[in-house]
C-alpha cells in the first residue's frame, strides 16, 4: 500500500466484505472459517503496518505513521469485533470494544501493546461471558499484546481509575471502536463527572510522582547515551504526559487556549509537533530494526537507525553521532516545554511550588526571595520585572541567571521564553561587556550549586551562545562505551562535582582532592578549565583544540594572558596524569621525572590533580573507583618532592625514588625486627626500591605478615585474598618460585573463574620468588567475591595450585560479545618504546576487551621469553589497554625483527573477535561504525 490507499472508511468495507464471504456460511464456530477470517485480518494488519511505515521519510514522518498504523488497526479490530458479534448477536449485547492510553490517542508502534477495554453490562450473564473469551481468544490468536486486556464493567472501571493514576492517565485517551457505542459514551461521561472533577490537583500531583519515579528508573537524566526513547527523560512519555495533563484540566482545546493566554507560543507548539514527529520516527524504526518492542535506543541499533534516517558522516561528527545530537536537542526542547506546562499548572495551583535549585543541594532550604534586586519573583520563580527589560540592557540575561543562583531560584517560563527570544542580542560586544563576565563568574565561581544554574543557561541556550566554544558540545555524543553522557551534560557534572569537593562533601572518596581544593591559588583557572577541557571533541587532537579554543574564550572573558594560559596548559595536558598513573610505572624514576617535567610546579600539580579527579569521576557511574583513586594519589606523592626540589629533574627523581623506599623499609623493618629479627633482615634484603614505593604503609604490614607465614612454614607456593573497600577490589597475594609463563597462568586463571584484574604488582625477590599482587573485581566492578568467602576461597585454593604447577591452566571461556559491544568496531594496535624507561621496553596493547585477553597477550610474551617487570591494566568501555614493561635476557628490546614478530602475534590476539564480530553484524543487516576517540 502506498500514501494513496483507500480511505479509512473504504478500507473499513473492503475489510469487512472479505471477513463476511470467508465466515458467515459456517461461522467463527467452524475451524476452517476462523482459520480463514484471522488469517484474513493477519493480513490487513499487514498492510496497514506497510502503508504507516511508507510515511516515514528522511528523519520524519513519524507522526503520521503512528497515526495510521493506529487508524489500520482499529479499522481491523472493529471489523473482527463486529463480525464476532454478528456470529453471536446475544452474547454481544451491550459489550463495547474501546481503545485507550496511547492508542486511543491514535498512536501506536509496531510492536506496542493495543491498549483496549471491553466493557461488559452490569449484569453479564454466561453468554456474554462467552462472548467476550472468544473476542480474547481471537486477539490473542492475532498475537496482538493486548496492554489493557480489561473486561470490566463501568463501576468496576471508575473504581480502578481511582486508585490508580495511571488508569486514571489511559481513560483520558477513551475511543469508541465497536459494540454498544452507549455503554462507550456512558464511561466518558461518569469519568469525566465522578472522577475528573473529584480532586484535579491530586491528579495532577500523582502523574509527576509517577513521572518522577519513572526517570528514575530509566537513568536520571535526559542525556545518558542509550536512552530510553519512550520513558525516558524528554522522551515520547514527557510529550504524552503534556498533552494528558491539558485534556485532564482543561479539555482537548488546552495547547489552543494556552497559545491565545500566551503561556504557549506558536513555536512552542511547532517544537513540540517537531518533536513528536522525530521521536515517533526514532521509535517506528526502533521497533523494526530490534523486531520487537524494544525502546531503549542502544549502541547497537544506532548506527542502522541513523542510515535509515538520512543522517551522513560530517568533517567533525559519524552519522551515528549526528543522528543522537538530533536526538539530545530534542530531549532538550521536549524539557524546556515540560518546564512551561508544570509553570502554568503551578500558576492554577494545580501542583505543588517547586523547590527551586536548592533541590540539587541536600541539607539546605532554598532561600527566600524576598528582595530579587531588579527582577521580580512570580509564583515561586524568578522573572523579568518588565518585558522591556533585557532590551533596555542586554547584560541583564546573565545577571538574571546570578540572581537565580543566588536566591536558589529556578526560572519562570515566561522569562526563558523572553531569553530565547532575545539570544540574537549575544553578539561579540555582549561576550566582551565586563559585566557580562563578572556576573557569569560570580555564577561559576561563587554559587552554592553552579552545575544546576549552568544548565539552567545551557537549556535556555544562553551560555553556548556566550561561549560558543562550550555550545559546539552541546547535545554532542561520542560513540563509544566509556561516555555515559553526552559532552556538555559530561562538562556540567564535573563542574557540579569540583564545587561539592570544595564544600567538603567527597572526603572519604577523594582525600587528596579534597585537601588540595583549599591550598589552590588560581581556582579561576581551574575552574575555567573544567568548563573547557571537553570543547575540543571532534575537531582532531582534542586536547590541542581544546587548548587553542580555550586561549580564544579566555580572552573574550577578560583574562590576562599568564591566566589564559594556565587554563590552556590544563586543557592540553587534561589526559596526562590519568595515563601516566594508570599506564606507567610509578616505581620506576624515568616515569616520575618525566612527569614532573610535563608539570613544572606544584601548584599546577595541584591543578592537574583535580581537573583528573572530576574528569573522571564525571565520565559516568562505576567509572571511578578505588583503584584509581590510589593510583592518583601514590602518583601525586612520588611527583610532589621532586617539584619542590631544584636541580636536574632525574636525579631529583632518583633521589626521591630513593629517600622514600629507604624511609618505608626501615618503617617496616625496624618494627618487624623487634619480634622477629631474622625475618626483618630477610625480608628488608628480598625486594628493589619499586617494591617499597608502590605500597603505602598499611599495605607493607599486610605483605610482610603474610610472607612471614611463608617464611616460618617454609612453604614453596602460598595465596591470600582479601576485600579491599578502599580501592573497590579484592586483594589478591601470591607467593611462588619464579618460572617462565606464571604470570600469563595466572591471569588466566583469574579470568577462568571470572575475575577482572584491574591493577597488577609484579615483584621478583633475591631470593628467586615472585610476589605478585593482583587488584580483581567482578563483572559488576565490585571486589570479586565481596559477599561470598566461598567464592574467594576457591579461587585462592586454584591460584596455589596453578602457581605450584600441580594442575594445568585451564583456559578462560570466550564469552559472547554482547550485541551493544559489537557494535563499535574496535581497531587493535601495539606500540613498542625504548624512551619510557631506562631499564624496560614498554610494550601496549589496545584494542577490544574480552575475558582472558590478558591472558592471551602476556602468553605471547611469555613464548618468546620475555621478563615481565611490569604490568597496567587500563579499560575505557569497549576497549582495553595493556601495558607491559618488559626485558629479554635483562636487556630492553633492541631487534626489531624481534619486536616486529612479537607486535604481529600481539595484533592477532587482539583481533581475534573483530571478524567474527564483522560477521555476525553483517548477518544481522546492522550498520557497524568505528568507536570515536575515547578520551
Not at 521521536?279 to 535506543?297: M, P
Request: proline content about 3%; aromatic content about 8%.
Amino acid at each position: 500500500m502506498t500514501h494513496a490507499a483507500l480511505p479509512a472508511s473504504l478500507e473499513s468495507l473492503k475489510l469487512r466484505a472479505r471477513l463476511a464471504a470467508a465466515v458467515t456460511r459456517d461461522g467463527w464456530e467452524s475451524a476452517s472459517a476462523r482459520k480463514a477470517g484471522l488469517a484474513i485480518i493477519r493480513s490487513a494488519l499487514d498492510g496497514f503496518y506497510e502503508r504507516a511505515s511508507s510515511f516515514l521519510s528522511g528523519d520524519g514522518g513519524g507522526a503520521a505513521a503512528a497515526q495510521s498504523l493506529a487508524d489500520g488497526v482499529g479499522v481491523c479490530l472493529s471489523a473482527l469485533f463486529d463480525s464476532l458479534a454478528g456470529d453471536d448477536p446475544e452474547g454481544a449485547r451491550g459489550v463495547s470494544l474501546c481503545a485507550q492510553g496511547g492508542f486511543g490517542a491514535g498512536e501506536l508502534a509496531p510492536f506496542s501493546d493495543v491498549d483496549l477495554m471491553l466493557i461488559k453490562p452490569r449484569m453479564a450473564d454466561q453468554a456474554t461471558e462467552a462472548f467476550l473469551q472468544r473476542v480474547l481468544y481471537a486477539l490473542w490468536d492475532l498475537k496482538i499484546d493486548v496492554g489493557g486486556g480489561a473486561c470490566r464493567t463501568v463501576r468496576e472501571t471508575l473504581e480502578l481509575a481511582r486508585e490508580d493514576a495511571s488508569e486514571r492517565t489511559a481513560l483520558l485517551s477513551v475511543r469508541h471502536l465497536a459494540g454498544d457505542a452507549a455503554m462507550t459514551e456512558k464511561l466518558i461521561r461518569r469519568f469525566r463527572e465522578d472522577i475528573v472533577s473529584e480532586d484535579e490537583s491530586a491528579f495532577v500531583e500523582a502523574k509527576l510522582r509517577e513521572r518522577d519515579a519513572r526517570i528514575t528508573k530509566t537513568g536520571g537524566s535526559r542525556y545518558t547515551v542509550e536512552p530510553n526513547i519512550k520513558s525516558g527523560k524528554g522522551g515520547l512519555r514527557d510529550l504524552q504526559l503534556m498533552r494528558w495533563l491539558a485534556q485532564f484540566l482543561y479539555g482537548a482545546d488546552a495547547f489552543e487556549r494556552w497559545v491565545g493566554n500566551h503561556l504557549l507560543s506558536v513555536e512552542d507548539v511547532e517544537r513540540y509537533a517537531a518533536a513528536d514527529d522525530f521521536l515517533w520516527a526514532v521509535r517506528f524504526h526502533l521497533h523494526a530494526v530490534s523486531g520487537g518492542k524494544e525502546e531503549r535506543l542502544t549502541f547497537d541499533v544506532q548506527p542502522e537507525i541513523a542510515k535509515r534516517m538520512g543522517f551522513a558522516d560530517s568533517e567533525t561528527e559519524s552519522a551515528v553521532e549526528r543522528f543522537m545530537r538530533r536526538y539530545f536537542m530534542t530531549a532538550m526542547h521536549v524539557g524546556a516545554l515540560t518546564r512551561l506546562v508544570c509553570a502554568k499548572l503551578e500558576s492554577d495551583s494545580r501542583k505543588s511550588r517547586p523547590r527551586n535549585l536548592a533541590r540539587f543541594m541536600p541539607n539546605t532550604r532554598p532561600a527566600e526571595a524576598k528582595d530579587a534586586g531588579e527582577f521580580a519573583v512570580r509564583d515561586g520563580r524568578l522573572d523579568f520585572a518588565s518585558p522591556d527589560q533585557i532590551a533596555e540592557d542586554p547584560a541583564r540575561l546573565m545577571q538574571f541567571f546570578q540572581a537565580a543562583a543566588s536566591h536558589q531560584m529556578d526560572l519562570h517560563p515566561e522569562a526563558v521564553a523572553r531569553i530565547g527570544g532575545s539570544l540574537s542580542l549575544i553578539d561579540e560586544s555582549y561576550r566582551s561587556d565586563p559585566r557580562v563576565a563578572r556576573a557569569f563568574f560570580t555564577v561559576l565561581l561563587d554559587s552554592p550549586a553552579p552545575m544546576a544554574t549552568l544548565r539552567l543557561m545551557t537549556e535556555a541556550g544562553l551560555l553556548g551562545r556566550y561561549i560558543p566554544e562550550f555550545g559546539d558540545i552541546v547535545a554532542r555524543t561520542q560513540f563509544n562505551m566509556y561516555h555515559r553522557y553526552t559532552v556538555d551534560e559530561h562538562t556540567l557534572r564535573a563542574i557540579g562535582l569540583l564545587r561539592e569537593i570544595e564544600q567538603g562533601l567527597h572526603a572519604d572518596d577523594h582525600p587528596l582532592a579534597s585537601g588540595l581544593a583549599h591550598e589552590i591559588k588560581n581556582r579561576r583557572a581551574l575552574h575555567l578549565a573544567v568548563l573547557l577541557h571537553d570543547t575540543g571533541k571532534g575537531a582532531g587532537d582534542q586536547c590541542i583544540e581544546g587548548a587553542a579554543r580555550a586561549r580564544t574564550a579566555c580572552a573574550r572573558l577578560g583574562l590576562d594572558e599568564a591566566e589564559t594560559e594556565l587554563v590552556a596548559w590544563l586543557i592540553e595536558n587534561h589526559l596526562v596524569m590519568s595515563d601516566t598513573a594508570q599506564r606507567r610505572d610509578i616505581g620506576d624514576p624515568r616515569t616520575i621525572a618525566d612527569f614532573a617535567r610535563v608539570v613544572g610546579s606544584v601548584e599546577r600539580l595541584r591543578l592537574l590533580t583535580m581537573l583528573t579527579v572530576v574528569d573522571i569521576r564525571s565520565v559516568g557511574p562505576g567509572v571511578w573507583n578505588g583503584w584509581k583513586g590510589q593510583l592518583m594519589r601514590d602518583l601525586y606523592a612520588a611527583v610532589a618532592p621532586v617539584l619542590q626540589g631544584s636541580g636536574d629533574t632525574m636525579e631529583l627523581a632518583q633521589s626521591a625514588l630513593h629517600d622514600r623506599a629507604a624511609r618505608a623499609r626501615e618503617q617496616v623493618c625496624s618494627r618487624i625486627r623487634r619480634t622477629d629479627p631474622e625475618f626483618a633482615d630477610w625480608w628488608s634484603s628480598q625486594f628493589d626500591e619499586t617494591y617499597w614505593i608502590t605500597s603505602n604503609e598499611e599495605d607493607r604490614f599486610r605483605h610482610a605478615a603474610f610472607a612471614r607465614s611463608v617464611y616460618r612454614r617454609e612453604a614453596t607456593t602460598a595465596a591470600a585474598i582479601r576485600v579491599d573497600k578502599r580501592r573497590m577490589a579484592s586483594e589478591v597475594m601470591i607467593w611462588a618460585p619464579d618460572r617462565d609463563g606464571l604470570f600469563a597462568d595466572l591471569a588466566a586463571g583469574f579470568a577462568q573463574r571470572g575475575a577482572d584484574i584491574v591493577g597488577a604488582l609484579i615483584h621478583t625477590t633475591r631470593s628467586n620468588h615472585v610476589f605478585d599482587i593482583f587488584y580483581i573485581q567482578d563483572a559488576a566492578a565490585q571486589p570479586f567475591g565481596v559477599g561470598d568467602p566461598y567464592l574467594r576461597d576457591a579461587l585462592v585454593g586454584y591460584l596455589d595450585c596453578l602457581a605450584a604447577g600441580s594442575i594445568a591452566v585451564e583456559p578462560p571461556g570466550r564469552m559472547p560479545t554482547a550485541r551493544r559491544d559489537a557494535a563499535f568496531e574496535v581497531i587493535p594496535q601495539v606500540r613498542f618504546t625504548n624512551a619510557l624507561s631506562d631499564t624496560a621496553t614498554v610494550i601496549e596493547a589496545a584494542g577490544r576487551d574480552r575475558p582472558g585477553l590478558l591472558s592471551d597477550l602476556s602468553a605471547v610474551l611469555s613464548n618468546r621469553g620475555l621478563s615481565i617487570h611490569s604490568a597496567r591494566i587500563d579499560g575505557y568501555g569497549e576497549r582495553a589497554t595493556d601495558v607491559f614493561y618488559v626485558t629479554l635476557a635483562g636487556q630492553k628490546l633492541e631487534n626489531e625483527d624481534l619486536k616486529a614478530g612479537i607486535g604481529a602475534e600481539l595484533m592477532a590476539v587482539l583481533s581475534e573477535s573483530e571478524s567474527v564480530l564483522e560477521q555476525q553484524a553483517a548477518a544481522r543487516g546492522y550498520a557497524r561504525a568505528p568507536a570515536s576517540e575515547l578520551r
